[in-house]
């Protein structure tokens, strides 16, 4: 039993997504190479002149309408690859042939099989895609779908070249789980909802007819809410209505599941049974009202929603999350600049375009927009440059040339998970870590490495012989672990990351019956050594989310480090954490990768508490430590002491509330907080949005860096109402 070197695929065009290569490492045997799709996100190639993606815009569009991949051959290429395109890429590629569109970065998800999933190569055409920048894990249950598409049509802009008048309609949109979309918050009246898409990304199935507005799930808009849904509920109630959707949906995705656990299934819905639901709260929070409250803002206030799938939430590792959130975010901003969002938005997009006609700038403004995503993950670079945080900076600047477009995240609860080192070593020293591994843990577990310099890495875990590598030297590495008669149970891979490494260290449940495969990995201490051999070595080693999330019932058990030499170290009994300045363990930078994105125009949020018979504010105690160079922007109050834990919110059901914490409601809070203020100044800039709030508290940045620049209030703690 030793660790074996893998083939890294040399001929790959993209850097290898380890979370999907555990991931498809845990198929092999259930399902054949050319049965797997991916999500692929690919880069196309620009045009001569750059900046622009004319050509390989038209050529991919050629190719969506091309062969038949089931039956034709090309000439010169041989066997036409199999592949899928839903009619979002579809129309943003139109857009990108037709230069009219707001998301001019270039970048396109496609889906593919296994075998072509890293290739930048389609049907032999090298004009097209210039690198492949991320593939997904395998999507469950899927079958291969019809790839032959005609061309679609695509909406007019949302175009208006006029000066933006006061109050200004600012589009809301929220990413998160299940989703109360008929709950009476988000109605303008019993009839009429206020969220103009809404789009359940769960049960994940490839479409296979013509005319599929997103790749998987469903897409209601608010006329079918209205037409179909609240006609429901007025005569049987919101559980009825739910049940018809999830049975719609349960219908549409028949086929054999991956393997028993209902997760990966997806013919299964969880009931929406549970009166909590994180994305009800969350929404409501940012933009919820009652139907006869005067709108703070607009008459229509109008709402974007997208429910994520339940794979993405169950596993908090976020190796499914990074996909899905991106197809959202790219989903949102060509709704905000198609759909129709109050009755005169389609008489006002002719005028305007007619406008454009005599206009020689030719600039168009789109609606103000912004995004709510309160999730958020432990490990990553930290720095911006993590897959999600570059891209979610790269869309929204690139929208914010053409309308005010904002994203506002959390910044992370993990404060007090004991998951997180730095690395700090003088050439010749070393440093030991312990990676604690729970036992009955129904999850894989991920450590993930980021090194500068050259060093060796010593793993040692139980029942297996140590395995010795050595990073730095930019040569991109994959190992694995198979115990006697078994599955894979451990893997290394080793990347180049900017200047330096990325090491991430998967291991299989240690419950048994919880990997699809079989897999079983030991509990106990898997210990990690960090040798400076060649200069100096700097980074970060943490532990990634693998608890289990409120309502689903995943089995999964963080882990944590630990040294393994903790005496002469000053240890706090209460919190577990061991002071003494040389300990490599640490609190600060603590906070979510996706908070880490490099964007003006992205607000990162804490949460602040009360002191019980103080009169003091401090930082909440769960809210994550930025690195010294990122830090969150603002705070909102949102814990009043022990007996008034978080704030409350609307459940699932109209009519219903319950109490929520985290920095995910600090968010949402601050969500609604920046579309008051875009509503009067649609340009307004962070500080000028931070300058206009009534603050609480503006801390120290010395003693609270965790609560940012200010504490802000949060909605009255006993009243739904924010």
């Not at 049509?153 to 175009?159: E, G």
Request: net charge negative; proline share 7%; with cysteine.
């Amino acid at each position: 039993m030793t660790w074996t070197p893998i083939d890294t695929k040399t001929e790959q065009h993209g850097p290898r997504n380890p979370y999907e290569a555990w991931d498809t490492l845990g198929l092999i045997g259930i399902r054949a190479e050319d049965t797997l799709f991916h999500r692929v996100f690919v880069q196309l190639k620009q045009d001569a002149g750059g900046k622009t993606y004319v050509k390989a815009a038209g050529r991919f569009l050629q190719e969506i309408a091309g062969p038949d991949p089931d039956t034709d051959t090309d000439p010169d290429t041989g066997p036409v690859e199999k592949f899928y395109v839903p009619d979002s890429t579809q129309r943003i590629l139109i857009r990108l042939e037709n230069g009219e569109s707001s998301l001019t970065v270039g970048k396109v998800f496609v889906y593919r099989l296994a075998r072509h999933a890293y290739s930048k190569i389609l049907n032999g055409k090298d004009d097209i895609v210039e690198a492949v920048l991320h593939v997904g894990p395998v999507i469950p249950g899927q079958t291969a779908p019809d790839a032959r598409r005609e061309r679609v049509d695509v909406p007019v802009l949302n175009k208006a070249n006029v000066p933006l008048s006061v109050p200004v309609s600012v589009l809301t949109a929220v990413i998160d789980d299940e989703i109360g979309f008929l709950n009476s918050r988000f109605r303008a009246d019993p009839q009429r909802t206020r969220i103009k898409r809404f789009w359940s990304m769960a049960p994940e199935r490839l479409k296979s007819s013509q005319g599929a507005e997103v790749a998987f799930g469903r897409v209601l808009t608010d006329e079918q809410i209205e037409s179909i849904y609240l006609p429901m509920v007025a005569h049987g109630g919101e559980p009825a209505a739910y049940a018809r959707l999830d049975q719609e949906a349960a219908r549409a995705a028949s086929g054999q599941p991956l393997q028993a656990g209902r997760f990966r299934d997806p013919a299964y819905r969880r009931p929406r049974a549970l009166v909590a639901s994180h994305g009800t709260a969350v929404l409501d929070l940012a933009a919820g009202r009652a139907p006869d409250e005067t709108a703070p803002k607009h008459p229509s206030d109008p709402i974007f929603a997208v429910e994520l799938p339940q794979l993405a939430t169950a596993d908090t590792s976020g190796g499914w999350l990074d996909a899905y959130v991106l197809q959202a975010v790219i989903e949102v901003m060509d709704w905000a600049d198609s759909v129709p969002t109050s009755p005169a938005d389609d008489e006002a997009a002719d005028e305007a375009a007619d406008e454009a006609d005599d206009n020689e700038s030719g600039q168009i403004t789109l609606k103000p927009l912004v995004i709510n995503l309160s999730y958020g993950i432990n490990a990553g670079p930290k720095d911006g440059s993590g897959f999600l945080a570059h891209h979610l900076a790269e869309l929204v600047e690139q929208r914010n040339k053409l309308a005010p477009t904002w994203m506002v995240l959390p910044s992370g609860n993990s404060y007090e998970a004991r998951g997180r080192a730095d690395v700090g070593l003088a050439q010749g020293n070393a440093s030991d870590l312990v990676w604690q591994i729970s036992p009955d843990d129904a999850s894989p577990s991920f450590l993930e490495v980021f090194l500068q310099g050259k060093a060796r890495l010593i793993l040692t875990a139980p029942g297996a012989g140590p395995l010795e590598v050595t990073v730095g030297g930019g040569a991109h590495q994959e190992w694995q672990f198979v115990p006697e008669m078994g599955q894979p149970s451990q893997a290394l891979y080793v990347q180049p990351h900017k200047n330096g490494s990325r090491v991430t260290w998967a291991l299989a449940p240690t419950r048994p019956g919880g990997a699809q495969n079989g897999a079983l990995a030991l509990s106990g201490e898997y210990t990690l050594r960090i040798e400076a051999y060649d200069g100096p070595v700097t980074g970060s080693v943490e532990v990634q989310r693998d608890d289990t999330p409120s309502g689903y019932s995943t089995g999964a058990r963080q882990s944590v480090l630990t040294l393994k030499e903790a005496s002469g170290y000053s240890q706090d009994i209460k919190t577990g954490e061991f002071t003494k300045p040389q300990s490599p363990l640490t609190r600060d930078g603590t906070i979510s990768d996706y908070a880490t994105a490099q964007s003006p125009h992205i607000l990162v949020v804490g949460a602040a508490a009360n002191v019980p018979d103080s009169g003091q504010i401090k930082a909440a105690d769960y809210t994550s430590a930025g690195t010294g160079q990122i830090e969150p922007d603002l705070s909102i109050l949102c814990e009043d002491g022990q007996r008034h834990s978080g704030r409350l919110a609307s459940g699932l059901y109209s009519g219903s509330s319950v109490a929520f914490g985290g920095t995910s409601m600090a968010a949402a809070v601050a969500t609604r907080r920046l579309v008051q203020a875009l509503s009067m100044n649609p340009w307004l800039d962070k500080t000028g949005f931070l300058n206009a709030q009534s603050v609480l508290t503006t801390p120290q940045q010395a003693d609270e860096p965790r609560l940012g620049s200010r504490v802000i209030s949060g909605p009255d703690p006993r009243r739904v109402r924010a």
